[in-house]
């Protein structure tokens, strides 16, 4: 399907089997470029090398190691994960779920990364798509001809994957990989077919948004304690955001209050 000089070997969790370092590069690539995500995995990696060693650090410690990568409920998620990983599975012989529903009940995972987790590091036959698949299932399987009011919906791409896996004879993981290199070659030579598809959102600029608001306060947390006057003498134009940010970064876990009053994570 892809030909050995397309093919994205390169990135390192294709070659691990490990299902914590795969539940990691899944993680990050949530809404975020494959090539952006490399230096950022192996930094991480490097200093979490087990489901253990993320479960011991502080939250503010994986913040940090996150930092830069956006979404960073990915990260409190991700540290939640392990925790439960390391509690209920690495006292038994079953070191980490290996079903769709126990990794899907893992904090932060759906649908889609369960599958993959399981498909790349247990070869199973899990049925899942994402962007790179979809564009080769519209592009190269007459996925358009299942399409209503001209988007096409998942659940009807979804049989096709099915059938085209069973056909192909690969392995779960080489499939899948093969599927999404190829998607991705596609849209290097400008076959972009995202719009067709019902499930299809452009994401909102990031510069000057409440994203990059909270990134930012976020980094200036994991300096130092603040109090919101100072943090509205370090984001003056933002000073009408900041308590609905900081509110939010409270709700999602990612920031709290000490008894002087100060936000910290």
């Not at 030579?189 to 976020?218: C, D, M, P, W």
């Amino acid at each position: 399907m892809v030909d050995m000089w397309e093919k994205r070997d390169y990135l390192p969790w294709r070659r691990t089997k490990d299902p914590y370092k795969i539940l990691v590069s899944e993680m990050m690539l949530q809404q975020t470029q494959v090539e952006r995500v490399v230096p950022f995995y192996n930094r991480f990696i490097k200093k979490y090398p087990t489901a253990r060693a993320l479960a011991r650090a502080k939250l503010g410690d994986v913040l940090t190691a996150w930092n830069g990568l956006g979404y960073n409920r990915r990260a409190k998620f991700l540290h939640e994960a392990t925790k439960i990983v390391s509690d209920k599975y690495n006292k038994h012989d079953k070191q980490f779920p290996d079903t769709v529903e126990e990794i899907e009940a893992l904090p932060g995972v759906g649908h889609y990364t369960a599958r993959a987790v399981a498909a790349f590091a247990f070869n199973k036959p899990e049925v899942f798509i994402e962007t790179n698949i979809r564009t080769v299932l519209i592009h190269s399987f007459q996925g358009l001809s299942l399409a209503k009011n001209g988007q096409v919906e998942d659940k009807t791409l979804l049989p096709l994957v099915a059938e085209t896996l069973k056909r192909s004879k690969m392995q779960p993981r080489d499939f899948y990989a093969a599927m999404m290199d190829y998607g991705a070659h596609l849209k290097k030579q400008g076959i972009r077919l995202n719009s067709k598809s019902r499930h299809y959102t452009k994401q909102s600029k990031f510069e000057g948004s409440v994203r990059q608001l909270r990134g930012a306060i976020l980094r200036e947390l994991l300096n130092a304690p603040a109090t919101l006057s100072q943090l509205i003498k370090k984001f003056p134009e933002s000073s009408g955001k900041l308590d609905v940010v900081l509110r939010g970064l409270v709700r999602d876990g990612l920031a709290g209050r000490d008894g002087r009053h100060r936000y910290c994570v």
